[in-house]
């Protein structure tokens, strides 16, 4: 009997709320922007980031040069594929190919903006998709020379796509991917 009115007792004065909390993510600590030359014997070259690696992709599919640039720090990763030496029938199905693949994003996607790449000193050309909204790729992009090479690449992340608490990290590495293409060059 104490007991039961000393609880009572106790839990009456207590006019405390318990009131759920907002899920929080972690603050983001972003690496200085500093760069190196991929330049090894593959048909192409370019700069990327010191806190990215460049693996070749395991893939069963996967094809001489094709490239993941892993992001690790942020769970991401840039895919990189390269074709040679194609028809015209082949260049246009895989710019074709391009165009799809980013726009089947709209599902999802709160705006895809298109811009073209074009640097005629370098013969890189191409076109450069930004994805905004919840999708799984925020990136897109390919070059070419328009006879001789092909490259796509695609970023993902290994997380479900929210876009607003990603954002941060996407915008950071997209300036690692317009150095990138800024850098690009065909060697041959």
């Known amino acids: 009997m104490l007991f039961l009115l000393t609880l009572l007792v106790s839990s009456c004065g207590n006019d405390h709320v318990s009131t759920p909390k907002p899920k929080g993510y972690s603050r983001l600590y972003f ?5 190196r030359l991929y330049d090894a014997e593959a048909p192409y070259s370019f700069e990327y980031p010191v806190y990215a690696s460049l693996s070749n992709d395991q893939d069963k ?9 892993n992001f690790t720090q942020f769970n991401g990763v840039l895919h990189l594929t390269y074709y040679e030496n194609f028809s015209a029938k082949d260049y246009n199905e895989m710019t074709e190919n391009a165009r799809v693949l980013a726009m ?6 709160d705006l895809i903006d298109q ?3 074009n640097y005629p000193d370098k013969k890189v050309y191409g076109i450069y998709y930004s994805i905004e909204g919840n999708t799984a790729s925020s990136v897109q992009f390919f070059l070419t020379d328009s006879l001789h090479h092909y490259l796509r690449g695609a970023l993902y992340f290994n997380e479900r796509p929210q876009y607003d608490s990603i954002q ?4 950071f590495i997209k300036q690692d991917i317009d150095k ?9």
């Not at 599919?61 to 640039?69: H, P």
């Not at 990138?180 to 041959?188: D, S």
């Open 61 to 69: 599919n996967a094809k001489k040069w094709w490239k993941n640039m």
């Open 31 to 35: 690496p200085e922007k500093r760069y």
């Open 115 to 117: 811009k073209r790449i």
């Open 168 to 171: 941060p990290v996407i915008n």
């Open 104 to 109: 089947k994003h709209t599902i999802k996607a």
């Open 180 to 188: 990138m293409i800024a850098t690009f060059k065909w060697k041959k």
